[in-house]
């Protein structure tokens, strides 16, 4: 039998002599403290992705000490569970293709959940000029499509347009490309209808 490492035997020695009951690796208040707000995170967590800004402003809400709150959150990121620049992504990545949000609302929407602005950026390169004119004519179609019979005149055509403006601006789509593209799913619609008649 070999003869024990007399240096892994005083190191031994001196992590006994330091140990104290009730101490030790884990400091057991410690982890009670931590343990509801942990429990609370991974909650909000497994409902959806969240920021760290977003997170923090959750726990805090719910009253957990700040210090508390920092120290876990720091925990989830080290850990991979809360990552802004993954929640980004994600974020733009589902509500532009299901939501055909414009790359400035989502930039906004970011914005109000405390993501820095060059991850912010970043993020919104997923969106190219190509793409949000092709959602937001999407858009515009699907909108014309409800108008069922031809203007009547001028006021009735510009009620029209309105209309399938509104659905481009309130997803935040500018003004000029939300003009032109819900002119021509418009003017598209009412040759469709006329042809029909």
């Known amino acids: 039998m070999a003869e024990p490492d007399p240096e892994k035997v005083a190191r031994l020695r001196a992590a006994l002599d330091a140990y104290t009951p ?3 690796i884990v400091d057991r208040a410690e982890e009670e403290a931590l343990a509801p707000v942990r429990k609370r995170a991974l909650g909000l967590l497994d409902q959806r992705a969240r920021s760290r800004a977003e997170l923090r402003e959750r726990l805090i809400r719910a009253e957990f000490e700040p210090g508390l709150v920092e120290r876990v959150i720091d925990d989830l990121e080290r850990t991979g569970l809360v990552d802004d620049a993954t929640f980004a992504r994600e974020w733009v990545r589902q509500r532009a293709a299901r939501r055909g949000k414009s790359a400035r609302a989502l930039d906004a929407e970011l ?3 405390g993501v820095a602005q060059d991850v912010r ?3 919104l390169e997923q969106v190219t000029p190509e793409d949000e004119e092709a959602v937001a004519r999407t858009l515009a179609q699907r909108k014309a ?3 069922k019979q ?10 029209y347009l309105r209309r399938v403006v509104g659905v481009l ?3 935040g789509y500018g003004a000029e490309l939300a003009m032109r593209v819900a002119r021509e799913a418009l003017d598209a619609r009412i040759g469709e209808l006329e042809e029909c008649m």
């Open 169 to 171: 601006a309130r997803r």
């Open 111 to 113: 914005r109000v959940k």
């Open 145 to 147: 499509r409800e108008i």
């Open 150 to 159: 031809p203007p009547a005149g001028r006021a009735e055509y510009d009620k």
């Open 22 to 24: 009730g101490g030790g």
């Open 121 to 123: 950026r970043e993020a």
